[in-house]
């Protein structure tokens, strides 16, 4: 059963702090994404990468960065966290044949204090 | 031009019901038409896809009916208890780089 597969479900940090948030897919996937779901809002889109060491900005990069140093991981950095971005964020994967085909995470529910 | 409009925000209907969700977008450039279903406490997963080729799309008690002209598409649910869930439309084409501009999504809750 191919996998997404995001390390932490549910995070609670403070103001200020620097938040990483873990994905890493089995599929052999080329294409990474992270979004962030807010309700009424849909998904938004982060940051996606292409390929290792790649990375492209999203719709909402602000207050974001990534990295992605292997096929199958990538990470969501929150350099330094705001009540603003609490949220729930998603990690998907897609080949590079179907690259609008995702497959997500469960999610990472994130609420900064 | 790269939005997707996706109505109702919440839907509530009775078993035996069927319900009907609605997309439109804009841009004529968009060729592939995806539907996600979200399950509390899950990401969401591809529940069914059209391209602009066909009308409609059936598999199994999903049905995406897809009006080229009106750059609408819906999705309709021969529904169960089981399909309560979020739902989310989106579109992609070769001027959004193939990635999905989503729908704000549409909470269903089939009462029994």
């Known amino acids: 059963d191919v996998k997404v597969t995001q390390s932490s479900r549910y995070l609670v940090k403070r103001t200020g702090e620097k938040v990483f948030l873990e994905c890493v897919q089995d599929?052999?996937?080329?294409?990474m994404f992270w979004y962030r779901q807010d309700p009424g809002l849909g998904l938004r889109l982060i940051y996606f990468?292409?390929?290792?060491?790649?990375?492209e900005k999203g719709d909402i990069p602000e207050g974001y960065s990534v990295s992605r140093e292997k096929k199958e991981r990538f990470s969501l950095i929150l350099e330094s966290a705001s009540t603003n971005q609490t949220s729930m964020y998603l990690c998907a994967s897609s080949p590079p044949s179907g690259a609008n085909v995702l497959t997500f995470g469960a999610g990472s529910r994130l609420t900064v204090l | 031009q790269q939005q997707v409009k996706q109505s109702p925000q919440s839907l509530i209907v009775q078993k035996g019901g069927i319900p009907i969700i609605n997309c439109a977008y804009e841009n004529t450039a968009f060729d592939y038409f995806p539907w996600y279903q979200q399950f509390p406490g899950k990401g969401p997963a591809l529940l069914i896809a059209i391209r602009p080729d066909v009308s409609e799309k059936k598999e199994g008690r999903f049905t995406i009916s897809f009006n080229k002209s009106a750059k609408q598409f819906s999705l309709h649910i021969m529904d169960q208890p089981g399909d309560s869930a979020t739902y989310f439309c989106?579109?992609?084409?070769?001027?959004?780089?193939?990635?999905?501009?989503w729908g704000a999504g549409t909470k269903l809750i089939i009462k029994p």
């Open positions: 990468s292409y390929d290792v060491k790649m990375k």
């Open positions: 989106a579109a992609s084409g070769w001027d959004s780089n193939y990635q999905l501009i």
């Open positions: 599929m052999d996937h080329e294409n």
